[in-house]
T-cell receptor, first 115, second 114 residues
Framework: GENVEQHPSTLSVQEGDSAVIKCTYS??????FPWYKQELGKRPQLIIDIRSNVGEKKDQRIAVTLNKTAKHFSLHITETQPEDSAVYFCAASGDYGGSQGNLIFGKGTKLSVKP | ETGVTQTPRHLVMGMTNKKSLKCEQH?????MYWYKQSAKKPLELMFVYSLEERVENNSVPSRFSPECPNSSHLFLHLHTLQPEDSALYLC?????????????FGPGTRLTVT
């Protein structure tokens, strides 16, 4: 089955700097890669996702890149702000004979943005 | 209330108690999920219901028993739990099929087993 590895487990940056979180996956059938943000005491919320027919997707200060050959995808946050502090989870899901599989999550990255 | 709601938000129970967690989605989705979230572990998928049928049971102990009476409601019945079952239990919903896989999460139930 699918296995998703996420690094680093913790990341501390200065306000205004960029933050990069990386994930690798094992199943070449995976074709959907979302990123969720979970603030302390709150529910995970989707912030951006990418499908395997696209190499990069951007939404304001956040972007996700996908390298299908290497089976890794990354989340990039530019001009970080204190409100970006949260735990970020990557996930992967595959298409199995026309049926989309379940999301497999990484262990999460705790991002701290220091003012 | 909109989105996905869960009750109760906090629950403390003894190992011999029986309790139930409730999840309700107001998004018109047809798939619902139970996840367990423990400290320093990834989100662990427990159960998946699609069109009110259980399609996945990820080797979850029988002391956890799910129930999906309709596409909007999902329950997790708990009995004779162990202290290691203490965790945040998250419910989620999505629209299955080719429309996308975005899962909407509820706020979770923080469960403590004493």
């Amino acid at each position: 089955g699918e296995n998703v590895e996420q690094h680093p487990s913790t990341l501390s940056v200065q306000e205004g700097d960029s933050a990069v979180i990386k994930c690798t996956y094992s199943d070449s059938a995976s074709n959907y890669f979302p990123w969720y943000k979970q603030e302390l005491g709150k529910r995970p919320q989707l912030i951006i996702d990418i499908r395997s027919n696209v190499g990069e997707k951007k939404d304001q200060r956040i972007a996700v890149t996908l390298n299908k050959t290497a089976k890794h995808f990354s989340l990039h946050i530019t001009e970080t702000q204190p409100e970006d502090s949260a735990v970020y989870f990557c996930a992967a899901s595959g298409d199995y004979g026309g049926s989309q599989g379940n999301l497999i999550f990484g262990k999460g990255t705790k991002l701290s943005v220091k003012p | 209330e909109t989105g996905v709601t869960q009750t109760p938000r906090h629950l403390v129970m003894g190992m011999t108690n029986k309790k139930s967690l409730k999840c309700e989605q107001h998004l018109g989705h047809n798939a619902m999920y139970w996840y367990k979230q423990s400290a320093k572990k990834p989100l662990e998928l427990m159960f998946v219901y699609s069109l009110e049928e259980r399609v996945e049971n990820n080797s979850v102990p029988s002391r956890f028993s799910p129930e999906c009476p309709n596409s909007s409601h999902l329950f997790l019945h708990l009995h004779t739990l162990q202290p290691e079952d203490s965790a945040l239990y998250l419910c989620a919903s999505s629209q299955s099929g080719t429309g996308g896989l975005e899962q909407y999460f509820g706020p979770g139930t923080r469960l403590t087993v004493t």
